[in-house]
């Protein structure tokens, strides 16, 4: 068994397609699927079903896929950690970013993090809070970049506090409060709203924040992703509440400060244990220093006292 059969057995199950893995992979498709079946053959089953319309893995296929990623990752961990003996940093980086992330300008870091090590290859993972703490905790990302209300921490994962920050109120340019200077969350409750799905970390802050006051509010619109509320804000569908310090990228609405706005705070986050050399250069350049031991936001933790519910 090798790894580049490993390899080609990802990319078919990956692309669900011979001919696609093969363009993936830079080889020739009967190259590849020679390679596949010779796997086959010493496994004494196959992999992968196949159609003239698509692939599919079998049962087989479906319990070898996790253990040919974990080799895939152990053999290019130990080559990157062999390389990190000489000084040099190999391997591959998967970062995982929320849209509104405002504490670290990320692609600027990651243009430092290249000219310092051009060797790493780098993927980048879009989506919420919850979900990319979840694959920072799975290993499927190395470190991601939180927003969390306050009363939420990161559970399970080494982490540096990076900023706070309040949000404001984003109104159409000709909505009546465009022109105010301070509103309240009481003002706020005659506007309908467009939000995050109910139940996630973008959510709870601004839920969190109406209920300790008392008051409801009408989520007319749930999104999924942050890249949608600017326009559904602009066109006059609703307000929306965003952190301060991401309001000035977005074009066609206007930020209204809000007097008694909740609070959220960024963090970056890594695997908690045994981070690859990668990830621990990258920590480095964001933080200007080594990264954050997870006693840290430990000590942080008992100062603000226990967690509330949501």
Do not use: N
């Not at 243009?111 to 809070?129: E, K």
């Not at 159409?172 to 009481?186: F, N, Q, R, S, W």
Request: hydrophobic residues 50%; aromatic residues 4%.
């Amino acid at each position: 068994m090798e790894l580049q059969q490993m390899r080609y057995v990802i990319a078919v199950a990956e692309t669900g397609s011979f001919t696609r893995a093969a363009e993936r992979c830079l080889v020739v498709q009967s190259a590849l699927s020679h390679r596949i079946a010779r796997l086959e053959r010493e496994l004494g089953a196959r992999l992968f079903d196949r159609t003239s319309r698509r692939v599919r893995l079998t049962p087989a296929g479906e319990a070898f896929l996790p253990a040919a990623r974990a080799s895939l990752e152990a053999a290019d961990r130990a080559g990157a950690e062999v390389a990190a003996t000489v000084g040099e940093v190999r391997g591959r980086l998967a970062v995982g970013v929320i849209p509104t992330v405002a504490a670290v300008d990320v692609p600027a870091a990651l243009r430092r993090f290249h000219r310092r090590h051009p060797h790493v290859r780098v993927s980048l993972r879009m989506g919420a809070s919850d979900e990319l703490a979840d694959q920072v905790r799975e290993r499927a990302l190395d470190v991601a970049f939180l927003g969390l209300p306050t009363m939420v921490r990161p559970r399970g994962v080494a982490a540096r506090e990076l900023a706070q920050d309040r949000l404001v109120a984003l109104v159409a340019p000709d909505h009546p409060l465009a022109g105010e200077g301070l509103v309240t969350l009481k003002r706020l409750t005659s506007e309908v709203f467009v939000d995050f799905p109910a139940g996630t970390a973008g959510r709870v802050q601004t839920d969190q924040a109406f209920a300790t006051a008392g008051l409801d509010r009408d989520v007319a619109f749930e999104v999924s992703s942050a890249d949608f509320t600017v326009p559904l804000v602009a066109s006059g569908l609703g307000v929306a509440m965003m952190p301060s310090a991401y309001a000035p990228r977005l074009a066609g609405v206007v930020a209204v400060t809000v007097a008694d706005a909740p609070e959220r705070v960024e963090y970056l986050v890594w695997a908690a244990s045994a981070a690859t050399p990668a990830a621990t250069a990258f920590l480095s350049v964001v933080t200007g220093a080594g990264p954050a031991r997870p006693a840290d936001v430990a000590a942080r933790d008992e100062r603000r006292g226990p967690p509330s519910r949501s």
